[in-house]
């Protein structure tokens, strides 16, 4: 008995220590992270489009907004401050109302916590300049998002599930950020997308990340890359060109590349490295594996209307609506 007296006096004095960190002003509920910063944690009663402060007073003492760990379920538009550093795990889950926030003006943000926005009913995100870390699972489910930028190059790993089920992203163009993982399932399910844009140095692709995007009709995977996951374009259904720039087959298994039809997908590889790829493991399994050179003798037409151009120091010809560079692989 004296033990759960003792157990019940320790919860009671938690609870007036947690009473006494927070406070309520204006709708929101902040918790007093030390003596200059605080958490917005809740708003139960306000609703539609909302505007969070960036600093607030209470007792006396002015505080600095620095990180938010929820908001109410009936708001549609929200307006975080320039000083917000830190999204909690959750903090938007399940707010299916939750259509906009202001991300250009979120300069200072450094992460995103996991799950923050699973099944949230955003629309639209840019990941801001300073964001360095994105959670498991921070946008899953976001089944309303039409348009992903990524802004920052200081994020360098895409982690398990971020964008899984998001079924009305059609692109991602990840070409000029610092990436070098993309994390299991990060893309799984996005049956919506078609047009993918991986980072030169790009080195692992994580089992299933890209599984299940049933739009997907081709894939370039960058020169870097030495790790290639269980089944990381499984199931998708409308692929027919896979193009490798290394001039080694990474190590791939018979798992590699389970469950998509090898019959129907060629693969390109660079010049001279097709009988490598004939003889990996994994790789062999393609029926058609093609350097691309002979793209150029399929050139139809008036050759007199092929156009050259330069660009970028490499010289290109146009035939129609196609572009080939000069050793006959269509770019």
Same mark, same amino acid.
């Given at each position: 008995?004296?033990?759960?007296?003792?157990?019940?006096?320790?919860?009671?004095?938690?609870?007036?220590?947690?009473?006494?960190?927070?406070?309520?002003?204006?709708?929101?509920?902040?918790?007093?992270?030390?003596?200059?910063?605080?958490?917005?944690?809740?708003?139960?009663?306000?609703?539609?489009?909302?505007?969070?402060?960036?600093?607030?007073?209470?007792?006396?003492?002015?505080?600095?907004?620095?990180?938010?760990?929820?908001?109410?379920?009936?708001?549609?538009?929200?307006?975080?401050?320039?000083?917000?550093?830190?999204?909690?795990?959750?903090?938007?889950?399940?707010?299916?109302?939750?259509?906009?926030?202001?991300?250009?003006?979120?300069?200072?943000?450094?992460?995103?916590?996991?799950?923050?926005?699973?099944?949230?009913?955003?629309?639209?995100?840019?990941? =801001?300049?300073?964001?360095?870390? $994105?959670?498991?699972? &921070? !946008?899953? /489910? +976001?089944?309303?998002? @039409?348009? %992903? #930028? *990524?802004?920052?190059?200081?994020?360098?790993?895409?982690?398990?599930?971020?964008?899984?089920?998001?079924?009305?992203?059609?692109?991602?163009?990840?070409?000029?950020?610092?990436?070098?993982?993309?994390?299991?399932?990060?893309?799984?399910?996005?049956?919506?997308?078609?047009?993918?844009?991986? =980072?030169?140095?790009?080195?692992? $692709?994580?089992?299933? &990340? !890209?599984? /299940? +995007?049933?739009?997907? @009709?081709? %894939? #370039? *995977?960058?020169?870097?890359?030495?790790?290639?996951?269980?089944?990381?374009?499984?199931?998708?259904?409308?692929?027919?060109?896979?193009?490798?720039?290394?001039?080694?087959?990474?190590?791939?298994?018979?798992?590699?590349?389970?469950?998509?039809?090898?019959?129907?997908?060629?693969?390109?590889? =660079?010049?001279?490295?097709?009988?490598?790829?004939?003889? &990996?493991?994994?790789?062999?399994?393609?029926?058609?594996?093609?350097?691309?050179?002979?793209?150029?003798?399929?050139?139809?037409?008036?050759?007199?209307?092929?156009?050259?151009?330069?660009?970028?120091?490499?010289?290109?010809?146009?035939?129609?609506?196609?572009?080939?560079?000069?050793?006959?692989?269509?770019?």
């Amino acid at each position: 008995m004296k033990k759960i007296a003792f157990c019940i006096v320790l919860l009671a004095m938690s609870c007036l220590a947690t009473m006494a960190d927070s406070f309520e002003k204006d709708g929101f509920y902040y918790f007093i992270e030390d003596e200059i910063q605080v958490t917005v944690w809740n708003s139960t009663t306000l609703s539609g489009e909302v505007t969070v402060p960036a600093n607030v007073s209470y007792n006396g003492k002015n505080y600095i907004v620095t990180k938010i760990s929820g908001i109410g379920s009936n708001v549609t538009k929200l307006n975080l401050p320039v000083t917000l550093k830190e999204m909690d795990e959750q903090c938007f889950y399940g707010t299916d109302k939750l259509e906009y926030i202001n991300w250009e003006k979120l300069i200072g943000l450094q992460t995103i916590g996991a799950r923050a926005f699973t099944y949230s009913g955003i629309k639209q995100v840019t990941i =801001p300049a300073n964001v360095r870390t $994105i959670e498991e699972n &921070a !946008f899953s /489910g +976001c089944e309303e998002l @039409t348009n %992903l #930028t *990524i802004q920052t190059v200081l994020l360098k790993e895409i982690s398990k599930g971020v964008w899984d089920n998001c079924t009305k992203l059609t692109t991602i163009d990840l070409s000029a950020t610092q990436i070098n993982k993309i994390g299991e399932n990060a893309f799984y399910g996005c049956t919506a997308l078609k047009t993918v844009k991986l =980072p030169q140095i790009l080195q692992e $692709i994580g089992a299933t &990340a !890209f599984a /299940g +995007c049933t739009a997907m @009709t081709e %894939l #370039t *995977i960058p020169p870097m890359v030495t790790t290639l996951g269980d089944r990381f374009l499984a199931w998708n259904t409308s692929l027919k060109k896979l193009t490798v720039q290394s001039y080694n087959p990474c190590a791939a298994t018979s798992k590699t590349f389970e469950y998509i039809d090898k019959d129907q997908v060629t693969l390109f590889v =660079p010049k001279q490295t097709v009988s490598l790829y004939k003889n &990996a493991t994994g790789w062999k399994d393609f029926k058609y594996i093609t350097d691309g050179t002979q793209a150029i003798e399929n050139v139809t037409g008036d050759t007199s209307k092929l156009i050259k151009s330069l660009r970028d120091g490499q010289i290109f010809i146009f035939n129609g609506d196609k572009t080939y560079t000069l050793t006959g692989q269509e770019y």
